[in-house]
């Protein structure tokens, strides 16, 4: 239970326009979106070699960003980003993405998870997921998505949620103890952001 529950557009980040998106998949406040679970996670901790990727696989792989193209301006906006590991290179591709493409800096090295397809000519992820490849937590939560709201943008939005969030654990602290649960606050935050496999089945034991 939350004891400061506010609308969602008390959110730092959260504008109107993007309140309007988030209305589309039910969430109207900040316990909402709290309470709006990953649908599963990703483990960056075993990222491939690109030059080991196959055709049309999902997977994990580093790359260092080497250039950042010029973005085309259409109907779509197309944003291109070169990257290497040393083995082989890759060309990530986001469409209407300004976000995940700013997010982006020559010179320091992520971990991407996403299809890659592979040419004679090319390997290409389209908008694949990343972090920085020395981010602490390596296991990375994917939502359900609705036009407009990007994986990283709900991530970066229950960050500012969870930071300002207070809550109130109804669970008696004998009762937790006994039956080995964690608290409210750190399954919450668990369940969203898992300090490791163990603390995310910890959360979903509480929860």
């Not at 800096?105 to 998870?113: I, N, T």
């Not at 970066?156 to 006994?178: C, G, T, W």
């Amino acid at each position: 239970m939350i004891l400061n529950n506010t609308d969602i557009k008390e959110i730092k980040g959260i504008s109107d326009k993007r309140a309007s998106m988030y209305h589309k998949l039910g969430i109207f406040t900040a316990e909402d979106l709290i309470g709006f679970y990953p649908r599963d996670y990703v483990d960056y901790s075993l990222p491939k070699k690109i030059c080991e990727i196959e055709n049309e696989e999902t997977c994990v792989f580093m790359g260092e960003i080497t250039k950042k193209l010029v973005p085309y301006f259409g109907k779509v906006t197309v944003y291109h980003v070169a990257v290497s590991d040393g083995t082989d290179e890759m060309l990530i591709t986001f469409f209407n993405n300004r976000f995940a493409y700013d997010k982006l800096v020559e010179g320091y090295r992520y971990l991407f998870y996403g299809k890659v397809t592979c040419t004679f000519a090319k390997k290409e992820a389209l908008s694949p997921l990343f972090i920085l490849e020395n981010s602490e937590n390596k296991i990375v939560p994917k939502y359900h998505l609705t036009g407009g709201l990007s994986n990283s943008v709900i991530i970066s939005n229950m960050v500012s949620a969870l930071e300002s969030a207070e809550f109130e654990d109804l669970l008696p602290e004998p009762i937790r103890e006994k039956e080995n649960l964690l608290p409210l606050k750190e399954s919450i935050c668990n369940i969203h952001f898992p300090e490791s496999s163990e603390s995310l089945e910890k959360a979903k034991k509480r929860l």
